[in-house]
């Protein structure tokens, strides 16, 4: 360790509408839910990531804790949550007992499509939470180097990275985005689209914690699977009678349900085809699409844009961190990626 850096510290942030991914010296340090529980009646943090989730839900109205995900569609949409949150996972990353707090250089990645109030929100925040130095990336860019990509050579790829809040599709070619399109329809929106699907087919009111589990256990984006999972219990609240009931669900009923929200994210890849240029077009055909994010990982979504496309389509390995991952790499290797990094 070089004298320098016992004097800064570096760490490159994925700061998601999920999931809050921090790496230092190219080690996960914190891996949290992007949620924080206050205490409203001395304004303090209670919990943050994973022992906040654990409340969210269960924290009932007028209750002294209350539960914030401070994120929506990738921006920050509650300020000040944001920074105590963004604060509380910096403090997880110092492991060492140090004399000196270290001058903080963060690269934090943020939407293709954010506007330039929010990205000064992304920047203030870190500045509350610490940083001397912010450094930008944009998100799909960060994916894309985060899967092992040449974003700076002339062959054009396809990256998807469907989140929490937003699903953003971007052909990367020469350290540029050629062609984008973002729509705000991801894991977020599929959990609410199980929640209404509940009620209304099922009269069982669940909450997102519970829609959440209904889609890693038996999410789908096709009917018919190789692999099917198991039928899923379900537990909820009765609509007609308030009681508790539980029914079982299985993967062909979600996959009916998340149909709409996945044609819309079809429809963004679909456009982002049709206005790429057509020599990168032509390099897509042969090397596919890769598709990250948390949201990829939902059984038979890569059969279906496969379907529509008639590409090949690949999930990226480890996708949940393949932009924290990204911005990790662009980080430690500045010199080479500055370009695509913004101050
Ligand atoms: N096995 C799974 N099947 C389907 N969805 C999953 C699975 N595992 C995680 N997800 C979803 O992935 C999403 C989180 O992904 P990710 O961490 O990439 O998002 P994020 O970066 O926080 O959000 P954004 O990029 O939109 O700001 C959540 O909506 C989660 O429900
Ligand atoms: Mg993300």
Do not use: W
Not at 79 to 101: A, C, D, G, V
Request: charged fraction near 20%.
């Amino acid at each position: 360790m070089g004298l320098f850096s016992l004097f800064t510290r570096e760490i490159a942030i994925d700061l998601g509408t999920a999931n809050t991914v921090i790496l230092h010296d190219n080690k996960v340090v914190v891996d949290e839910p992007s949620i924080i529980a206050i205490n409203s009646r001395t304004k303090s943090v209670a919990a943050v990531g994973k022992k906040a989730l654990m409340m969210e839900g269960k924290t009932g109205e007028g209750g002294e804790i209350y539960t914030v995900r401070p994120l929506r569609n990738g921006v920050i949409a509650d300020f000040q949550p944001t920074e105590l949150m963004l604060r509380e996972f910096i403090k997880m990353t110092n492991t060492k007992h140090s004399f000196i707090t270290p001058a903080m250089k963060m690269i934090i990645c943020i939407p293709s499509g954010i506007t330039e109030v929010e990205e000064r929100a992304v920047r203030e925040s870190a500045e509350q939470a610490g940083a001397k130095e912010v450094r930008l990336i944009y998100e799909p860019m960060a994916a894309a180097i985060g899967s092992g990509i040449d974003v700076l050579g002339a062959n054009g790829n396809m990256i998807i990275d469907i989140g929490g809040g937003t699903s953003e599709v971007a052909v990367i070619a020469l350290g540029n985005i050629a062609s984008k399109k973002s729509v705000q329809v991801a894991g977020d929106k599929l959990n609410s689209d199980i929640k209404d699907f509940m009620r209304r087919e099922h009269n069982l009111d669940i909450g997102i914690p519970t829609a959440e589990q209904i889609k890693i256990n038996v999410g789908a984006a096709i009917t018919q699977l190789d692999n099917p999972p198991s039928d899923y219990e379900v537990y909820g609240r009765d609509l007609v009678h308030g009681i508790p009931r539980s029914v079982m669900i299985n993967y062909q009923e979600i996959a009916t349900a998340l149909n709409n929200s996945i044609n819309s994210i079809e429809d963004a890849v679909m456009q982002a085809l049709n206005v790429t240029p057509p020599e990168l077009s032509a390099d897509i055909f042969k090397t596919g699409i890769y598709l990250a994010g948390g949201g990829s990982l939902l059984r038979g979504l890569d059969k279906r844009i496969n379907k529509i496309t008639q590409l090949p389509v690949h999930v990226v390995d480890d996708p949940l961190r393949a932009v924290a991952r990204g911005t990790a790499i662009a980080l430690k290797n500045i010199d080479k990626f500055e370009s695509l990094t913004k101050y």
